[in-house]
């Protein structure tokens, strides 16, 4: 069983910065893509930034430029910074982890990230 502890995340003004952290218990983070999705109230919820176990990353066109993903196999850890924030990214930030090779996906707790105008 794979468990995803988060950390990070709160209440920041429009234009400023938050990082986040995930840090997975087992040993199949090193053969998992990691991602960080978010859902805001009302709203599905969507993938904002990816990266691979290889460190190929990918960005969802509403954070390109802004937020980055870095990951630490060594520490078991994905990363999200978040630059230049917007209220609309106001939302629940969840990470997850999908394993290679069974494409399983597992969820962290999920924290809430508010952006204040």
């Known amino acids: 069983q794979v468990q995803l502890v988060e950390s990070g995340g709160g209440l920041v003004q429009a234009g400023g910065s938050l990082g986040r952290s995930c840090v997975a218990s087992g040993r199949i983070f090193a053969a998992s893509v990691m991602a960080w999705t978010r859902q805001a109230p009302g709203k599905q919820r969507e993938v904002v930034a990816s990266?691979?176990?290889?460190?190929?990353?990918a960005y969802a066109d509403s954070v390109k430029g802004r937020f980055t993903i870095s990951r630490d196999n060594a520490k078991n850890t994905v990363y999200l910074q978040m630059n230049s924030l917007k209220p609309e990214d106001t939302a629940v930030y969840y990470c997850?982890?999908?394993?290679?090779?069974?494409?399983?996906?597992?969820w962290g707790q999920g924290t809430q990230v508010t952006v204040s105008s």
């Open positions: 997850k982890l999908i394993v290679i090779r069974t494409t399983k996906s597992y």
């Open positions: 990266i691979t176990e290889a460190g190929t990353t």
